[in-house]
């Protein structure tokens, strides 16, 4: 008999903490939601206001260089931190992973050139066009995703994913024309403005992000690397072409004036939003699904346009309210998870598919997260 009650209580038990393991896990898909959104929302808004600031600019490149730099020594200290402070065994690793598998490392030499051209390309963008507007047309990444992962992984899309492009092409186009009529009034609040420019900065931007995303999931897919070292990998051909770029376009600027000079704390800020954005999504998103990840998209271009108005003096019109409105439905639908097929003579494409929103919505975060995360067991 006391062997029963026991038996009972160590079920209430196990019933109990189940129950309190689901409400923790709901609570954070709500927190991942608001981090999202904020993450998102803060790094367009916080970049187009420290470019738009009277005073000495701060050198884009040297920003770029530093953001990796961060980036890497937090994944180094997160691989010392796994390995328990265990210096010998740290050293090793990472001469096994970078120098004794250089053709491996080599491979992220394609990936990290976009990635540092994609990164000083967003603050040419942001520099030349609102943010409400840049937010908007930055959501083409999951078009351009979406059809390198067709071409490139041979993944199949939904029916109503091709729709959802459809209408985030025309919900882009629909902002751009409305930014085209009123170009003067709503983005050339200075000489140093250029719209076209910004647009063309954010296209290519787009392009290269969906190609790279796309790229470096074909890499992390079949490899027993740790998400974290493949970004120390991505890292060092990071500083190391940043570094190249920002002596080829500012190298005389830096030699006279410093690398630091123009950093305020909010650059910083911009920074460490930067460097630690993308991993901190990465570890967030775990929690969250791909609805609230859509959730998350077009809750944040709201949120810039809404405070674009106050900080920037931003005008919505009937037009712009219409394309973000289509952007951010088509946002939504893409991230809904594909319908499981009636007839279950398919089974194979729930695992081919690989969930291919993560991928194309979220290119950048998708570099930080692996694919399959039982295999991440060195992480």
């Known amino acids: 008999m006391a062997v029963g009650n026991n038996g009972q209580g160590t079920e209430v038990g196990e019933k109990t903490a ?17 981090i999202l959104v904020v993450q998102n929302a803060s790094l367009i808004l916080s970049i187009r206001y420290v470019r738009t600031l009277p005073g000495d600019r701060f050198f884009t490149t040297s920003a ?21 402070g265990n210096v010998m065994e740290f050293i090793v690793l990472l001469y096994d992973s970078i120098v004794i598998q250089y053709k491996d490392t080599l491979k ?19 520099s030349n066009l609102p943010a409400a507007t840049f937010q908007v047309t930055y959501q083409l990444k999951i078009l351009t995703t979406a059809l390198f992962s067709v071409l490139m992984l041979r993944k199949s899309l939904s029916r109503i994913q091709w729709v959802s492009l459809l209408l985030l092409f025309t919900g882009v186009a629909v902002v751009q024309v409305e930014q085209e009529g009123k170009q003067k009034e709503s983005t050339v609040t200075g000489t140093s403005q250029n719209y076209a420019k910004g647009l063309l900065a954010v296209i290519v931007s787009c392009l290269s ?28 051909f990071g500083i190391v072409l940043g ?20 950093y305020t704390p909010i650059v910083w800020g911009v920074i460490f939003n930067q460097a630690f954005g993308g991993l901190l999504v990465a570890v967030v998103v775990k929690y969250a699904d791909n609805i609230l990840k859509g959730f998350a998209t077009s809750f944040s271009i709201i949120v810039s346009t809404v405070v674009s108005v ?16 289509l952007v951010i439905g088509a946002v939504y639908m893409y991230s809904l998870p594909k319908a499981a097929a009636p007839s279950p003579s398919t089974p194979t494409h729930s695992s081919s598919s690989h969930n291919l929103s993560d991928s194309a919505g979220d290119s950048e975060m998708d570099a930080f997260l692996p694919k399959t995360p039982g295999k991440e067991k060195g992480c």
């Open 18 to 34: 189940s129950r309190r393991q689901n409400e923790v896990n709901r609570n954070l898909k709500y927190i991942s939601l608001a």
């Open 64 to 84: 770029v260089v530093m953001a990796e730099v961060l980036k890497v020594l937090t994944c180094l200290f997160i691989i010392m931190f796994q390995k328990k």
């Open 108 to 126: 992220l030499a394609v990936p990290s050139l976009i990635y540092t051209l994609q990164n000083n390309l967003q603050y040419v963008a942001i």
């Open 209 to 236: 992000s969906g190609f790279a995303g796309v790229y470096f999931e074909k890499i992390l897919k079949g490899s027993s690397a740790s998400v974290w070292m493949r970004n120390i990998q991505l890292g060092i």
């Open 243 to 262: 570094l190249l770029g920002m002596w080829w376009n500012d190298g005389l600027a830096i030699t006279e004036k410093g690398f630091l000079f123009g």
């Open 310 to 325: 106050y900080l920037f003096g931003f005008h919505v019109d009937l037009l712009f309210t219409l394309g973000a409105g």
